[in-house]
């Protein structure tokens, strides 16, 4: 765990990065917006050689140029994201290797790793000027060691994109499902779920283990910093689902999954 959506996912000699940010800040402006409470979880200079970064959309706290420049200038990965994002991407990053899709749509990612992009319950912009502009999504990967899948930001609404992953990619091995930033819920349940919501996404879609993402890392709401750990394990318990199956990622946390899905830190 990296920190807030950003994670090194290794699998089958693969090194992959979700929605990276290194920076202090998730803001356009680096005095101003949103300021990191915890660290990296991984130092840059410690990463292994990224082959992959997945992005999910184009809210500062998701896609942070400054971090993409920094691995294109080490790392040369693929940048996969939802259609639009590229623009962003390739605006800021001469050279940058983008590769594109719709919702559904499945990318060839090399080494034997693919990704489909699934439906979120969001949106996106940059500035008021380009809200809704370029689209938003997860990432579902397929590996030779398994299937993970990178839910992105999304609201709960009926929960019928998160059936129909299942029905149409299968329960994945793992899940990364955001817990964190979702009080007031009046305003943020449309675009973010609260633990108990990813309680239900978790079961929705079957996964065999779970790890809760973007929460403590920038004060993006009104809860509470550890409000969505404690919120997680009562909605676990009330739901009657072991806590050991979905735990909170902590930054620096290393969580290994084999094939009999069993987990440790």
């Known amino acids: ?113 693919a990704t489909t992009l699934t439906p979120a319950n969001h949106w996106s912009n940059r500035w008021p000027s380009d809200t809704r502009m370029t689209l938003w999504s997860g990432h579902y990967l397929e590996t030779r060691a398994g299937t993970i899948w990178f839910v992105g930001d999304t609201g709960y609404g009926d929960g019928a994109i998160f059936g129909q992953v299942r029905e149409r990619l299968g329960a994945p091995d793992v899940a990364l499902i955001p817990i964190g930033a979702y009080e007031p819920r009046w305003f943020m349940a449309a675009q973010h779920v609260d633990p108990a919501d990813a309680v239900r996404i978790f079961t929705d879609v079957g996964a065999g283990r779970a790890l809760g993402i973007h929460w403590g890392t920038f004060q993006l709401t009104d809860e509470a910093r550890d409000a969505p750990v404690e919120e997680l394990a009562a909605a676990l318990d009330a739901a009657r689902i072991p806590r050991d199956r979905f735990v909170a990622a902590e930054p620096g946390g290393v969580y290994h999954f084999g094939r009999t899905l069993g987990t440790s830190r």
């Not at 089958?12 to 290194?22: E, F, K």
């Not at 991407?89 to 790793?113: E, K, Y």
């Open 1 to 113: 765990m990296v920190g807030h959506a950003a994670m090194l996912i290794q699998a089958a000699g693969v090194n992959i990065l979700t929605d990276p940010v290194w920076s202090e800040r998730a803001s356009p402006f680096r005095r101003v917006g949103p300021k990191r409470v915890t660290a990296p979880g991984i130092p840059f200079e410690s990463l292994p050689p990224i082959d992959v970064v997945l992005l999910s959309h184009a809210h500062y706290d998701h896609l942070d140029i400054a971090t993409l420049r920094r691995l294109h200038a080490v790392h040369d990965p693929l940048m996969a994201m939802p259609l639009g994002n590229d623009a962003v991407v390739r605006a800021a990053v001469p050279g940058a290797r983008c590769v594109t899709g719709d919702w559904w749509d499945r990318i060839d990612l090399g080494n034997g790793v």
